[in-house]
């Protein structure tokens, strides 16, 4: 870090007018409690609020909370919680300081402190970015999944939790007056009512009462969230250090396109959000699946043929002919026809605006960050749409392609003998299955039911096309498969 300049504090900010918005700013009290704080929701919700607070005013600051490491506080508490965001595009770079966070509290060294902090009633609101592994989900069943290690550790020790439901619970039980509005903001389908089942899942164990109240009198909304928010280095560090003037260490790159389309059941009020931009509606649905199969089934197949196509940006993926080509094909009659969507939903114009926003020249988006997890990600993002088109006796090829991709990237080497890291909460058993020499990789992995259901990895179609994809990718390489695959 630049030792030379000053660090991002209040102090600053009188000389920083460039990079925050014209409008009069007080600071709010906490009236949300974030779980899950990584860029995205500073980039995401955190600006959205910062927004309707300058539009509309009221007392809607944030109060962060890291599950398990405690970085992002070391690196913001010394600056007061203010941090920038790089907006990011081919026009080049905006920089805005947001003020909206007001603490950062870290799960793991307080637990007391974060369920204190839940259970003001000045708090309204509970958002979360805590990722799809963060739910405790059982795939099988849509509900919470008992065996869970943090579910076990939780309902042995219901005071100290440690998993989402754990907090969650525990912290509705003292809010029975006066209960907060819980707000999924992470890429899965009906965010809301998933979240809302394992929360309840888990209260029955403990509290039969308890769980019958929070599933009759708690909101749990649905959103869609949508921004394309790369891991902050070191040269964003320089770039904000260069514009501001000052240190700030940690700043979030981000894309300049941002969505939000959020249910609209806060029965503890909310902040004026569509002043910001945001969009509130009665169903969600519509749009959150466009964007998991659209933008989140094609970021995934992409990240994984460019891995192993030894790519390791998603601008030189998407500029890459063969995999453009195939993007584009993936989209227009393998997706796109399965979406439920207005008449004014303009799909080809959403595709395009799609591939622009992947081939963003200046965000630098890794591959690697979004191939992480991919056992969590692959059946909202994929498998829906693949189980869709196998109901309605449609192809499969190019979408079990990247199911094959996956698989091929889990052997752990590129095409050109690079390392591929596998980050996954089942690495252990992925790695085993599909190393070179394992018996039937593909066999082994469709057998994981926790990522494939019976009902589809038994079905020949596309367990078939899941392994023609998978022997193409070691015969042909990636972008020749792609190529191939593209003119299906
Ligand atoms: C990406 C998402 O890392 C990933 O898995 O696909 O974070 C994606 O950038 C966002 O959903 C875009 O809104």
């Not at 102090?11 to 918005?21: E, F, I, N, V």
């Not at 095409?415 to 980050?423: C, D, I, K, Q, S």
């Not at 039937?440 to 994809?469: M, S």
Request: hydrophobic content about 45%.
């Amino acid at each position: 870090m630049n030792a030379a300049l000053p660090r991002l504090a209040p102090d600053r900010l009188p000389s920083l007018g460039a990079y925050l918005p014209a409008l009069p700013w007080t600071q709010p009290r906490v009236g949300i409690v974030h779980l899950g704080l990584g860029n995205f929701h500073r980039a995401h919700q955190a600006m959205y609020t910062e927004d309707a607070m300058l539009a509309a005013g009221g007392d809607w600051g944030i109060c962060g909370v890291s599950l398990r490491r405690p970085d992002t506080r070391d690196a913001l508490a010394p600056q007061d919680c203010l941090y920038s965001v790089l907006v990011r595009d081919a026009s080049g770079q905006r920089v805005r300081v947001v003020r909206a966070l007001r603490r950062i509290l870290v799960a793991t060294e307080d637990t007391d402190a974060v369920l204190a902090a839940l259970r003001d009633p000045g708090v309204r609101i509970v958002t979360l970015t805590v990722t799809e592994k963060g739910y405790c989900l059982d795939p099988r069943t849509g509900g919470l999944d008992l065996g869970h290690p943090l579910i076990v550790h939780d309902l042995a020790d219901p005071a100290h939790p440690q998993s989402v439901p754990g907090y969650l619970a525990a912290a509705l039980r003292a809010r029975r007056e006066h209960p907060f509005t819980v707000l999924s903001c992470d890429n899965l389908a009906h965010n809301g009512a998933a979240l809302r089942r394992v929360v309840v899942d888990y209260a029955r164990v403990l509290d039969p009462e308890l769980a019958d109240w929070i599933a009759r009198a708690v909101a749990f909304p649905s959103t869609m969230v949508d921004r394309i928010v790369p891991a902050t280095t070191d040269a964003d560090r320089q770039a904000a250090a260069e514009a501001l003037g000052c240190v700030d260490a940690w700043p979030v790159p981000a894309e300049s396109f941002r969505q939000w389309v959020i249910e609209d059941r806060f029965p503890a009020g909310r902040p004026a959000w569509e002043q910001a931009g945001a969009l509130l509606v009665d169903d969600v649905t519509p749009y959150e699946t466009a964007k998991l199969r659209m933008l989140n089934g094609i970021h995934s197949t992409l990240a994984y043929l460019a891995l192993l196509a030894d790519i390791e940006t998603v601008d030189h993926a998407a500029g890459q002919p063969d995999l453009r080509a195939l993007l584009h094909r993936m989209m227009t009659d393998d997706i796109a026809p399965t979406l439920t969507v207005p008449p004014s939903f303009d799909r080809a114009r959403y595709r395009d605006e799609l591939l622009a926003r992947f081939a963003n020249p200046a965000l630098k988006h890794r591959c690697i960050q979004i191939a992480m997890d991919g056992s969590q990600k692959l059946p909202p993002r994929l498998l829906g749409t693949i189980s869709d088109r196998l109901r309605d006796g449609q192809a499969v090829d190019r979408l079990a392609l990247g199911i094959a991709a996956w698989m091929r990237f889990l052997s752990g080497r590129s095409e050109g003998g690079a390392a591929l890291e596998l980050n996954d909460p089942m690495a252990a058993r992925l790695r085993a299955l599909a190393a070179p020499g394992a018996h039937d990789p593909v066999a082994g992995l469709l057998g994981l039911h926790e990522i494939f259901p019976p009902t589809l990895a038994e079905d020949v179609r596309f367990a078939g096309a899941v392994r023609r994809a998978y022997d193409a990718l070691g015969r042909q390489g990636a972008l020749a498969t792609a190529r191939r695959y593209a003119a299906l």
